[in-house]
T-cell receptor, first 116, second 114 residues
C-alpha cells in the first residue's frame, strides 16, 4: 500500500506570494492533518480535515488555510508569505477519528518551503 | 498546560551500545503516547505507540518503550544500536484522544559513534 504523498517536495517563493501544497493520504484513510516543522518552534499542528470538514485548527494566523476533497486528498494554502513561513510542512493521514488505533497518524515526506 | 519534554537535545552512543531516550509528559489522564523517528530530510516514521494495557510496548527496528504512569514517562530503548539508527527521535502525546492534535516533544538527535 502506498504511503502518504506530498507535492511538491521543494518550493521557493518570495515574500508576499501565496503557495498551495498538496497531500494524498494512504488509500482508505479519510483524516488528514497538517503540521509545520521549524528549527525554532519544532513540530506544530496546523489543522485537521475529515470528510471534507475542518475538525481542528491550531494556533496559526488566517493566512494558513486548507481544504479536503471528496477523495480525501487535501491541500493547504498560505497567502501573503512571510520569511518566517519557511519550514517543512508535513501531512499525516489516519483512518478516521474515533478509536485509538484508527487515529494513528502516518506522515508523508513533507514539502520544504523556502521564502526569500 | 499539556506538554511533552525530551530533556536530551543530543545523544551520542557507540555502535552496539544500548540506548535510552527519555520522554516525560504533563497531563492529568493517561494519554496516547507515540515515538516517531525522522531521518534527515524525511518525514516522520512511527516507531511504536501506547494506548492501554501492557506498559512495555514493542516497536519496529528493535525499539521498545515503557510507560510508567507514576513517573509520567515513556522512555524509548534499544539494546544495541546500529549506525542506521542515527536520526532525530520525537516523543508525542495525544492528550485528547483525538490524534489530530498530537503534541510533539522538541526531539532528541541521536548520533552513533563507530
Amino acid at each position: 500500500k502506498a504511503g502518504v504523498t506530498q507535492t511538491p517536495r521543494y518550493l521557493i517563493k518570495t515574500r508576499g506570494q501565496q503557495v498551495t501544497l498538496s497531500c494524498s493520504p494512504i488509500s482508505g484513510h479519510r483524516s488528514v492533518s497538517w503540521y509545520q516543522q521549524t528549527p525554532g518552534q519544532g513540530l506544530q499542528f496546523l489543522f485537521e480535515y475529515f470528510s471534507e470538514t475542518q475538525r481542528n485548527k491550531g494556533n496559526f494566523p488566517g493566512r494558513f488555510s486548507g481544504r479536503q476533497f471528496s477523495n480525501s486528498r487535501s491541500e493547504m494554502n498560505v497567502s501573503t508569505l512571510e520569511l518566517g513561513d519557511s519550514a517543512l510542512y508535513l501531512c499525516a493521514s489516519s483512518l478516521a477519528p474515533g478509536l485509538a488505533d484508527q487515529e494513528t497518524q502516518y506522515f508523508g515526506p513533507g514539502t520544504r518551503l523556502l521564502v526569500l | 498546560a499539556q506538554s511533552v519534554t525530551q530533556p536530551d537535545i543530543h545523544i551520542t552512543v557507540s555502535e552496539g551500545a544500548s540506548l535510552e531516550l527519555r520522554c516525560n509528559y504533563s497531563y492529568g489522564a493517561t494519554p496516547y503516547l507515540f515515538w516517531y523517528v525522522q531521518s534527515p530530510g524525511q518525514g516522520l516514521q512511527l516507531l511504536l505507540k501506547y494506548f492501554s494495557g501492557d506498559t512495555l510496548v514493542q516497536g519496529i527496528k528493535g525499539f521498545e518503550a515503557e510507560f510508567k504512569r507514576s513517573q509520567s514517562s515513556f522512555n524509548l530503548r534499544k539494546p544495541s544500536v546500529h549506525w542506521s539508527d542515527a536520526a532525530e527521535y520525537f516523543c508525542a502525546v495525544d492528550p485528547s484522544s483525538s490524534a489530530s492534535k498530537i503534541i510533539f516533544g522538541s526531539g532528541t538527535r541521536l548520533s552513533i559513534r563507530p
